[in-house]
């Protein structure tokens, strides 16, 4: 990798990082001279970046045809969930049909429930775990790329839920040493209680 591309990359992975953590606002215009400023780096590989992510689906179009923060709506976020949810069901669908009362990942993965960061980052190797089972990089993939849209909202959810840890070491449990039958109800009631809280998630989301 030539000095160049790597540079390219490191501002692509320090700009992805900063945009899904939420450090900038839902629905607002991207200034690529801002960026580039707060990066201090030149306006080219921002720019760069920018249409990068938005071909990944993390930005949208902005009003003066640059690019936004993902501005979430209720239908948008039930939309993502009920996509991410209907992933993970086809990834498991083969091993809980070859045999529902063996467990789907008796390895586990690695678990971390200490702040905010650590439960969003264990969620993600929960279900890039789960989505490997699949043995298909491309639903590994869009799992992977699901699960980074939603990655900001996440934290959200664990501002007004304190039970978000529980939930992933209940589903950790089942995959480790219970059913596939009884871990696909239990990430069913996971998606399903985020999409029947969209409005409500969006509304946090919309005061940050």
């Given at each position: ?49 920018l ?100 990655r ?12 978000c ?37 969006c ?6």
């Amino acid at each position: 990798m030539s000095p160049g591309t790597r540079h390219a990359e490191q501002v692509y992975q320090d700009l992805k990082r900063a945009l899904l953590s939420g450090r900038y606002t839902g629905s607002s215009d991207l200034s690529v001279t801002d960026l580039a400023s707060e990066f201090g780096i030149s306006s080219s590989p921002i720019r760069d970046t920018l249409h990068r992510m938005y071909g990944e689906r993390l930005l949208e179009v902005g009003h003066h045809h640059g690019f936004r923060v993902i501005g979430w709506t209720p239908e948008k976020l039930r939309s993502c969930y009920t996509w991410h949810g209907q992933l993970i069901r086809l990834a498991l669908k083969a091993g809980v049909r070859a045999d529902a009362r063996l467990p789907i990942a008796p390895d586990g993965w690695l678990i971390d429930y200490t702040t905010p960061e650590a439960i969003i980052a264990t969620t993600e190797r929960m279900f890039i775990t789960l989505a490997s089972m699949s043995r298909s990089e491309e639903i590994v993939a869009a799992i992977a790329n699901a699960g980074e849209r939603l990655r900001a909202v996440r934290l959200r959810e664990i501002e007004r839920w304190s039970d978000c840890a529980d939930e992933l070491n209940s589903a950790n449990i089942l995959a480790v040493s219970g059913t596939g039958k009884a871990l696909l109800q239990i990430l069913w009631n996971y998606h399903r209680r985020r999409i029947r809280a969209a409005s409500m998630l969006c509304e946090s989301w919309a005061r940050v």
